[in-house]
């Protein structure tokens, strides 16, 4: 099978996955999220089938999306060994897909990714900010049944893993406090550093105007 062959198999299965999602990680966002990566691998020496791959199934066994990600990591183990991917590659991939997110840099040791896993962590981060990401922060927190804002309740801080999981003690506005505005300065590629600055920039302003609106200044 030909590295486009696997690729078409990979970017089917992350189809039949991801379809259906309703909180900001359906198809759309895979599509944008590669879209990025193709774009960070004219500037960075990476394993493109690799890269590539795992961009296609970062989210599929999310552990904020799906009940059991540890039985879709293994079906997508099973799949891509079908696929014909060496145990190396398939190793690297659930590697990366398992370790990307952002609630895993709120360890104490956060896992060290290869410069494969960084594209794709900055691909998948660059979708979480600007115009598209407060979009997709507002859906996903909708979805989530949040709060939109309450200025009595200040953004956390030094949150572990669990606490920053926890959405009740989460508004949709301190999100970008507690996340979204973090994102720029934890870019890995200088590509995706400058891609990121623009979008800071319209988050702050989104902010800016929305607090204004909210205490009727406009």
């Known amino acids: ?11 089917e299965f992350s189809y039949n996955k991801m379809k259906n999602d309703s909180t900001g990680h ?36 999310d552990d904020k999306l799906v009940k059991d990600p540890a039985k ?21 991939i659930l590697y990366i897909t398992h370790n990307l997110s952002f609630s ?13 896993g960084q594209i794709v962590q900055d691909a998948d981060r660059l979708d979480a ?9 507002i859906y996903y927190g909708g979805a989530n049944s949040e709060t939109i804002y309450d200025p009595e309740i200040l953004p956390r801080e030094k949150m572990d893993k669990k606490e920053y999981r926890n959405l009740s003690d989460e508004t949709i506005i301190n999100h970008f406090y507690e996340k979204l505005l973090k994102l720029t300065g934890m ?4 590509t995706a550093k ?23 200044e406009k």
């Open 26 to 61: 359906n198809f759309d966002h895979i599509q944008r999220v590669i879209k990025t990566v193709q774009k960070l691998l004219k500037t960075e020496a990476a394993d493109p089938v690799i890269t590539l791959s795992a961009a296609y199934l970062h989210d599929v066994a």
């Open 129 to 137: 900010i600007g115009a598209i990401g407060i979009t997709r922060a």
């Open 104 to 116: 895993k840099s709120l360890s104490k040791n956060p896992p060290k990714l290869s410069l494969a």
């Open 1 to 11: 099978m030909t590295n486009q062959d696997q690729l078409i198999k990979v970017k």
């Open 194 to 216: 400058k891609i990121a600055e623009r979008r800071h920039q319209y988050m702050l302003d989104f902010l800016d105007e929305f607090k204004a609106e909210w205490n009727s």
């Open 72 to 92: 879709l990591e293994t079906e997508i183990r099973q799949f891509l060994k079908d696929t014909d991917f060496t145990p190396e590659q398939i190793d690297e």
């Open 187 to 190: 870019m890995n590629t200088p």
